[in-house]
């Protein structure tokens, strides 16, 4: 990865997209310290599909997301109708 400063990606936009779709991931800093990362739309694709499931495939999954017990349906007690 090429890094640069964050001076030298706002003068050279154009050649910092070029080299991240050439080259792949581009580190941006400021002050010295890593700040951002410019990467493909490919890789970002990639890395946000694999990062997590999506509400659908968490909805149509058929295993539980809790870890305690639900209660039989029916077995709960119910308090008196009140009378006026």
Same mark, same amino acid.
């Given at each position: 990865?090429n890094? &640069? ?5 706002? /003068? $050279?936009? *154009? ?8 080259? #792949? ?6 002050r ?11 890789? &970002? ?5 694999? /990062? $997590?499931? *999506? ?8 295993? #539980?997301?809790?870890?305690?017990e ?15």
């Amino acid at each position: 990865m090429n890094t &640069w400063p964050v001076q030298d990606a706002k /003068a $050279r936009f *154009s050649e910092l997209l070029d080299a991240c779709v050439s080259e #792949g991931p581009q580190v941006v800093t400021r002050r010295g310290a890593e700040t951002a990362v410019l990467v493909p739309i490919a890789e &970002w694709k990639r890395l946000s599909n694999a /990062a $997590r499931p *999506s509400l659908k495939s968490l909805l149509l999954s058929d295993f #539980g997301r809790a870890d305690f017990e639900l209660p039989q349906r029916g077995s709960a007690r119910r308090r008196p109708a009140a009378t006026l």
